[in-house]
């Protein structure tokens, strides 16, 4: 049987945060799906959806994301329009997606990874190293709180958050001299004027999955999952299964600063990991090989090794 293909008298929607960046994303896998099964943009319809995080975030600007309810806030009501059918797919930056998942819906489709980089950002160009003894940053990312933390106690982190626009806004404003921003979002907003510097991840560990782009559907639509299929990363899907299950071991959420990093070699895998304190006077790292196959095990294995070595004191600031 031929399998029936979105066409402008029926489209395939894909839900989406209206932010410039999820914009992007969702038109970049548009266009794979177009591009895949040589069909015109117009047989498909992207679907905005504002999210309680997006009016949380506006109301709450200076306040850290866990204090607002984390992640999930801002796949909540995509999440409920994929469930209820009111959109086929939804497309998401899969370092903001909390590790479990709805019943009902499957996140199995992964575009190919972007840079995977932190890029430190300021107005005039200035590397990292020139920054002045108690320069201000702005993050909104604990885990980049705590690593900077860890190498410049002397500077002062202010709260950054908000889209990329609105950081650089800041930025130019003088709320602080410098930030802290993914390489993959300015490259796929096409930020060339925005001056960085890419940190190597030897240097500043990145978040789990930074740079992937992941798409939600119903577990039920094995017709869309057919589509899909046609534009799914295989070594990206493995390299998150490594980060992914490496983060629900240690039960990742906006109060601990986790970091992972999972690259391919060859049929093996390479997976560094680290979780610090807060102030980021303490950070344990560690680093693992299995085959490809293992990926979801060598994940789960080094953060199980992490959580031993650090012991139940390491987390006395989530009871503070």
């Not at 306040?63 to 995509?78: S, V």
């Not at 994940?299 to 650090?310: C, I, K």
Request: charged share 25%.
């Amino acid at each position: 049987m031929t399998q029936a293909l979105p066409s402008p008298s029926d489209p395939l929607r894909i839900g989406t945060r209206g932010s410039p960046l999820a914009l992007a994303q969702a038109h970049e896998t548009r266009d794979r799906l177009a591009g895949a099964f040589d069909l015109p943009r117009t047989a498909f319809e992207i679907v905005i959806i504002r999210t309680t995080g997006d009016d949380r975030a506006m109301i709450a600007a200076d306040r850290p994301l866990k204090e607002i309810g984390g992640k999930g806030l801002f796949t909540k009501e995509i999440e409920e329009d994929l469930l209820s059918g009111r959109i086929d797919i939804a497309v998401h930056s899969m370092k903001d997606m909390p590790v479990a998942q709805p019943g009902g819906l499957t996140l199995d489709c992964f575009l190919p990874r972007e840079d995977v980089r932190d890029a430190f950002v300021t107005v005039d160009g200035r590397a990292f190293s020139a920054l002045a003894q108690g320069a201000v940053v702005g993050t909104s990312s604990l885990r980049r709180r705590a690593q900077l933390l860890a190498r410049r106690p002397d500077l002062r982190i202010v709260e950054f958050r908000g889209n990329v626009q609105t950081r650089m806004r800041k930025l130019a404003d003088g709320v602080a001299g410098a930030t802290f921003l993914a390489c993959a979002g300015l490259n796929r907003l096409g930020l060339e004027e925005v001056r960085r510097t890419p940190i190597a991840p030897e240097e500043m560990l990145p978040a789990v999955a930074q740079g992937a782009i992941g798409i939600e559907r119903r577990s039920d639509d094995t017709a869309t999952g057919a589509l899909l299929d046609a534009i799914h990363h295989g070594p990206t899907g493995h390299r998150l299964a490594a980060e992914r299950s490496y983060l629900a071991t240690l039960d990742g959420s906006c109060e601990t600063p986790i970091a992972g990093l999972a690259i391919l070699e060859g049929n093996e895998i390479w997976l560094r990991g680290e979780i610090l304190r807060p102030d980021g006077s303490e950070c344990l790292a560690a680093e693992a090989r299995a085959p490809v196959g293992d990926a979801a095990a060598l994940g789960h294995d080094l953060a199980a090794g992490l959580l031993d070595r650090a012991g139940p004191g390491f987390f006395d600031w989530r009871n503070a």
